[in-house]
């Protein structure tokens, strides 16, 4: 049974369902410690920004705000696969869910950190896909001084499901050729330029050409350092591998919605579970993906 329709007269003073870029509706979120953008169009969070700091993710000016196409940038949610589906090639890469229209909860402010709970469950669309089982999928967005994600997806369906997902975070950096990621040295990895090639990380991530690298068993915790000396911290919770994307000069110019000089100023580090991490659940199981996000510098 669907909940009640959330009424909007109860969202908080710091809290505002507006239309946003190309018409799409967005939250806006104005806490104490922080602000940020969430659109209902993928649940996709835009921006984020700590009171006292600049933007932390990065938001393409080439992104295209349309119901057909993902926001290029800030955190597009992958669900139930990621990357090409291996049962239709012709499916939406990454999953339905950044593509669809999820629904405004819950959203409160305890002073310190505002919360907004978006939801989404399958629907006739979601079920004549390559993963037509029913789902719901609770999305948790809470804004502070820092920046906690929570996707919880219930398995609705009569047999056990399996999925991918991510939190596919796209990262402001001053200067990906002077940025460092840390926290995946020892951890195995699958270079997707090099045909899935296997390769265990020896140091920190560093940035000379295209990278795109599924990391698997990965640890809780990752740091992207800037060259300016800003770190975003990443923890997570539920979370066993991480990807980690920049397209570099020519990929960046082959896309529509990616400026051509954009590549230096992002860096993608995705918190997952995708491959052989990928979810299981029994039916009424639940698993939650869970990433904070802490600036210090
Ligand atoms: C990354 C993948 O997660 O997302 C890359 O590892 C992919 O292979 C990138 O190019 C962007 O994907 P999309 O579908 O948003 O263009």
Redesign the pocket.
């Known amino acids: 049974m669907s909940p009640a329709p959330f009424d909007p007269a109860a969202l908080p003073a710091s809290v505002r369902l507006e239309t946003g870029e190309g018409g799409l509706p967005v939250v806006r979120v104005d806490g104490s410690r922080g602000s940020a953008e969430l659109y209902l169009h993928g649940a996709h969070l835009t921006r984020w920004t700590p009171a006292d700091g600049r933007p932390v993710l990065w938001l393409s000016a080439a992104s295209l705000f349309t119901e057909a196409k993902?926001i290029?940038g800030g955190v597009?949610i992958?669900f139930p696969w990621?990357?090409a589906n291996p049962l239709d090639p012709g499916a939406p890469?990454?999953g339905f869910a950044r593509l669809a229209e999820w629904e405004l909860v819950a959203a409160r402010d305890d002073g310190e950190t505002v919360t907004v709970s978006l939801r989404l469950a399958d629907s006739p669309a979601t079920r004549a896909t390559a993963w037509p089982h029913r789902f719901e999928a609770l999305y948790t967005v809470t804004v502070g001084a820092r920046l906690t994600l929570a996707l919880t997806v219930t398995n609705r369906d009569t047999d056990s499901v399996s999925f991918e997902e991510?939190l596919?975070s796209y990262l402001a950096v001053d200067d990906i050729r002077a940025t460092e990621v840390t926290g995946l040295e020892g951890a195995p990895y699958l270079d997707?330029l090099a045909g899935m090639s296997v390769g265990t990380e020896t140091g920190p991530v560093r940035f000379g050409a295209e990278t795109?690298r599924?990391y698997l068993d990965t640890p809780a915790a990752t740091a992207v350092t800037e060259g300016s000396g800003r770190t975003v911290g990443i923890t997570t919770q539920g979370s066993h591998s991480t990807?980690v994307?920049n397209?570099w000069m020519a990929?960046a110019a082959s896309?529509g919605d990616f400026g051509d000089d954009e590549w230096t100023g992002m860096v993608?580090v995705?918190s997952a579970n995708v491959r052989e991490n990928r979810v299981r659940l029994e039916p009424d199981q639940s698993h939650t993906l869970t990433a904070v996000f802490d600036v210090a510098g």
Do not use: L
């Open positions: 993902a290029r597009p992958c990621f990357g890469a990454h991510a596919h997707q795109d599924i990807i994307w397209p990929k896309m993608c995705e």
